[in-house]
């Protein structure tokens, strides 16, 4: 139960389903002064205090599960570690696969429960997983890097319904949280400015901007800021002769350099991904198999073709991609169902 209201009424179905159901907050900081505050639905200091009122009005248990020292090694230090190596990584996505259905699930099985039930909006079919009906809330792509293990002990009551379905049975169940505003920001950077919080763990490090001939056009402080596809931010120097604006096209951290350049060089039309993941309901494709691809949370999907070799994943779009970065996640999908996930090692 993370406090906000996808979970407590998540919770509170189960109840009422007559499962014998614990609830659970998770403590992610040693310092949670140190994580941002307000009330936004995920990770805030207030958000232990709504999770227990919502637990007490279901008439549930609830407890607070200490995770900070597996949190901060699993997800905020692979956080820095992505950036720090030219990657764009997802620490929600993250954090789903090595917090909640790795530690916690483990503890639970451990402690004797059949099962974790969070508040994604996903839907599961006998352990397949696929998307909400509610569109614009689906969070099937950040669970896409869960096995079929894990998947087996998950259970998702929301993914059936659509975000205003679920604030008006909160309301009706009389939980505070009913129009508790959603967490859009990474819980661990207080302030929202995740330059700043990469300055500080990684030091600054003076750099060149480069356009595609090589030739510099302004400075940095740390490739570390920057993600591809980026246009906000670059305080480049130089204007291009058309005055079109610049994004960001790749990171080399070695280097330290970002090269920029116009949008259309940001298309792509193959992908190889590495680490994959198959928990659809076939097996990997070891042929071009057709299907589909998203490639960042809530963002655009593209027909494919996909196919296993040598133990990576290549993704052959059907139109080009842009802004597609390495440590993203390419989850695969049939229609709604989730066939498979793999992290995104390179594009071409």
């Known amino acids: 139960m993370s406090g906000g209201v996808d979970s407590a009424v998540a919770a509170a179905r189960i109840a009422e389903a007559g499962h014998d159901v614990t609830g659970v907050h998770l403590a992610l900081s040693a310092n949670p ?19 227990r009122r919502a637990a007490d009005v279901i008439g549930i248990p609830f407890y607070i599960w200490d995770m900070a020292e597996r949190f901060h090694r699993d997800v905020v230090e692979d956080f820095v570690s992505e950036y720090a190596a030219g990657r ?13 259905f790795e530690a916690v699930l483990d503890r639970a099985l451990a402690l004797g429960f059949d099962a974790v ?3 994604h909006h996903a839907r599961l079919t006998d352990g397949v997983l696929s998307r909400s ?18 998947l087996s002990r998950a ?11 679920v604030r008006e049975e909160a309301a ?9 505003p959603d967490s859009h920001d990474v819980c661990f950077i207080a302030d929202g400015d995740t330059r700043g919080f990469l300055a500080r763990r990684l030091g600054a490090e003076q750099g060149p901007i480069v356009d595609e001939s090589g030739a510099v056009v302004g400075s940095h402080a740390g490739a570390y800021g920057f993600t591809v596809g980026q246009r906000k931010g670059l305080r480049i120097d130089r204007p291009t002769a058309d005055g079109r604006p610049r994004y960001v096209l790749s990171i080399e951290p070695v280097s330290n350099t970002v090269t920029v350049g116009p949008r259309s060089s940001l298309a792509v039309g193959s992908i190889v991904a590495e680490r994959p993941v198959w928990n659809g309901p076939a097996g990997p494709p070891h042929e071009p198999l057709a299907c589909a691809v998203q ?7 593209y027909g494919c073709r996909a196919q296993l ?8 779009l059907d139109s080009p991609a842009t802004g597609v970065a390495a440590g993203q996640a390419a989850v695969l999908y049939d229609g709604d169902t989730v066939i498979g996930s793999a992290t995104i090692a390179s594009s071409s």
């Open 33 to 51: 002064q140190s994580y941002r505050t307000g009330a936004r639905g995920c990770c805030t200091v207030e958000d232990s205090r709504d999770a």
């Open 88 to 100: 764009t990584p997802n620490p929600c996505l993250r954090c789903n696969e090595k917090i909640k």
């Open 117 to 119: 039930a969070t508040g």
């Open 133 to 150: 009906v509610d569109a614009g809330k689906d969070q099937s792509y950040v669970l896409g890097v869960l096995t079929r293990e894990q």
């Open 155 to 165: 259970i998702f009551p929301l993914g059936g319904s659509t975000k205003a379905e």
């Open 172 to 180: 009706a169940r009389d939980l505070a949280v009913a129009d508790k």
């Open 295 to 301: 490639l960042r949370a809530h963002g655009e999907v």
């Open 309 to 316: 070799s040598g133990g990576e994943l290549h993704i052959e």
